[in-house]
């Protein structure tokens, strides 16, 4: 049975002060989490990285994963602005997310270096959330599934996968995201089936029945559940209805 997952990702948003609010008003509305037992859904918050070291005091005890939202393919060294796996891993971080459409589009990142970026998250322990989906111009064309299926292969270059839970596959459709547009609970599970298919003939049974495969793009109270129904879609990547702490408990409550 796969857990839940509902990934906040904040994006480039709160200062440290803002933060320490949200975490502790969190806990005080979620108090099942604050204790640190296994809960029926699990969180995890990926905020900006100066704000990893609040996450880290904040969260201590609690059972709230956290992570960051972009890491380096490179270990150490030279390469001014980028941010190790290793330092994430050092703060606690849990998870990271890899491919995000926006550092695909804005960056220019390709599926190889996201690849490279996802390996070196998982060879310092950290479980890449590795995003992929299509633009609206590809759905029209009715290239959603294939397109897709071609951007996954590509980000998982040189990657073995033993169990399934080293990895988190989220589906974004970018037009979906931040556009307040909704990709159908149909569409998401059709995608999110496609997706294990492809897990499955490339890694065997195992792997396919537990990796967990997320839906992301405006997600919100009122579409959680629907989204979630799907039974190949194990929870959200979740943006701006994370930057609130009673619309995400409101998301929590729903699944
Ligand atoms: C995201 O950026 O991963 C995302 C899903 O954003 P939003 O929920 O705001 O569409």
Redesign the pocket.
């Known amino acids: 049975m796969r857990r839940p997952l509902l990934a906040g990702?904040w994006?480039m948003n709160k200062t440290p002060t803002e933060a320490r609010v949200w975490f502790a008003e969190f806990l005080e509305a979620n108090p099942g989490y604050a204790g640190g037992a296994q809960t029926a859904v699990e969180v995890a918050i990926l905020p900006s990285f100066p704000l990893l070291p609040i996450a880290a005091e904040q969260l201590a005890g609690s059972s709230v994963r956290y992570g960051g939202q972009d890491v380096s393919a490179h270990d150490w060294g030279a390469y001014t602005g980028e941010v190790a796996a290793a330092q994430l891993a050092d703060l606690g971080s849990t998870y990271v997310i890899v491919g995000?459409s926006?550092r695909r589009e804005y960056w220019s990142e390709s599926s190889e270096l996201v690849a490279a970026k996802a390996a070196k998250a998982m060879e310092n322990g950290l479980v890449p959330i590795l995003?992929v989906g299509e633009k609206l111009e590809v759905r029209e064309a009715g290239r959603a599934v294939a397109f897709t299926l071609e951007q996954l292969e590509a980000s998982l270059t040189g990657i073995n996968l033993a169990t399934g839970e080293e990895l988190v596959v989220a589906y974004?459709p970018v037009w979906?995201?931040?556009?307040g547009k909704t990709a159908s609970a149909a569409d998401a599970e059709e995608m999110a089936a496609a997706i294990r298919g492809f897990i499955r003939s490339r890694y065997g049974e195992e792997v396919a029945s537990n990796i967990r495969i997320l839906y992301?793009?405006?997600?919100k109270p009122t579409n959680t559940a629907e989204i979630m129904a799907g039974e190949n879609v194990d929870g959200g990547?979740?943006?701006?209805?994370s930057l609130k702490v009673d619309s995400f408990s409101q998301m929590i409550a729903s699944v």
């Open positions: 990702n994006k995000h926006e995003c974004e979906a995201i931040g556009t992301g793009g405006s997600m990547l979740v943006g701006g209805a």
